[in-house]
């Protein structure tokens, strides 16, 4: 979060018992939560801290709606948003992809593709849209990825990377990897996949390349079966890189990016703005600046890598003994 954005969030914080009181009673607001996750959902948790710490109490000035399902089974519901009491909706994930028709009611996302290449805002500056939130999507993690994978492990010549081409921004996100991998003279192969229906093909694909260490793109097809990827990996003895911590609770080996929970709860900054009557079509995107590198040891040791320790326990943000 930007300085300025963290001024108003503070600013809001400490305004709103001033304008609960003013408000009163007779306002409860309607926030729908539409995931194709599922229950217990610490994103959704995160997103009740910030409204909480922001002065909102469940069940007196604001209600809140959960739908989970597939893209298919939440387009009902979806359709039923232009007719209903709703003041503000916030899809997590590739719900999002679900809502782009919405365009009577505010939508805050958390996406971890490209939300210009999905279509929902005009540019991440100026949304210019009923659609505003935070992207996880940061070309310059991609190389990060790579680079940090090679410090842990500087044997590694060939690379697996597996990535799910139904993802928005991920043509951006490949060609910033295979741009670090030639610059670290590491040979990348390439694993494309179209959802979570060719996964098991994909993975039948890695298996049967030469490679030394297998990176895995973050987005909600991976992050569904992060431990079926980690026990491929774990299987096929290959170190693992992925995006966020999740994957390394799962048994990955290392991830690096922003700490989705903590995104979750920035994101009803935005839920508060909103609902005091500001434009979510002047509300930039959000991208995360704080990122955490976690290594699980426990993998490190299945897989027999020897590590430095000590360096890398000054580097890790968390580490999963």
């Known amino acids: 979060m930007r300085r300025r954005d963290f001024l108003r969030f503070v600013a809001g914080a400490a305004a709103w018992p001033a304008v609960a009181r003013a408000q009163g009673a007779r306002k409860v607001y309607h926030i729908l939560w539409l995931s194709t996750g599922s229950e217990p959902d610490p994103f959704l948790d995160g997103f009740r801290e910030g409204l909480r710490a922001l002065g909102y109490v469940e069940g007196r000035n604001f209600t809140l709606v959960k739908y989970y399902g597939n893209q298919a089974a939440l387009r009902p519901v979806i359709s039923e948003l232009r007719r209903g009491d709703v003041d503000l909706a916030v899809s997590s994930g590739p719900a999002t992809r679900a809502m782009t028709t919405v365009k009577d009611i505010p939508v805050l996302f958390a996406l971890s593709g490209d939300p210009v290449a999905l279509g929902v805002v005009k540019s991440l500056a100026q949304p210019g849209t009923n659609f505003t939130g935070s992207t996880f999507l940061s070309l310059e993690l991609a190389g990060k990825r790579v680079e940090l994978l090679k410090d842990i492990y500087p044997r590694l010549r060939r690379l697996a990377v597996l990535s799910n081409t139904d993802h928005p921004g991920e043509p951006s996100e490949w060609h910033a990897t295979l741009q670090t991998c030639t610059g670290l003279g590491i040979k990348p192969s390439y694993i494309p996949f179209a959802g979570a229906g060719e996964l098991n093909n994909a993975l039948e694909e890695a298996s049967g390349e030469d490679v030394d260490a297998m990176l895995v793109f973050p987005d909600v097809v991976t992050m569904v079966d992060r431990a079926k990827l980690a026990e491929f990996a774990l299987a096929h003895r290959l170190p693992s890189m992925f995006g966020w911590s999740e994957y390394c609770e799962a048994g990955g080996l290392l991830s690096y990016g922003a700490n989705q929970r903590a995104t979750y709860r920035w994101l009803a900054s935005y839920a508060d703005r909103i609902l005091r009557g500001e434009d979510p079509a002047a509300l930039p995107v959000m991208r995360p600046e704080k990122f955490e590198l976690v290594i699980n ?25």
Request: proline share 0%.
């Open 297 to 321: 040891l426990k993998t490190a040791r299945l897989l027999g890598i020897e590590l430095d320790t000590s360096a890398i326990l000054f580097r890790a943000n968390k580490v999963i003994a």
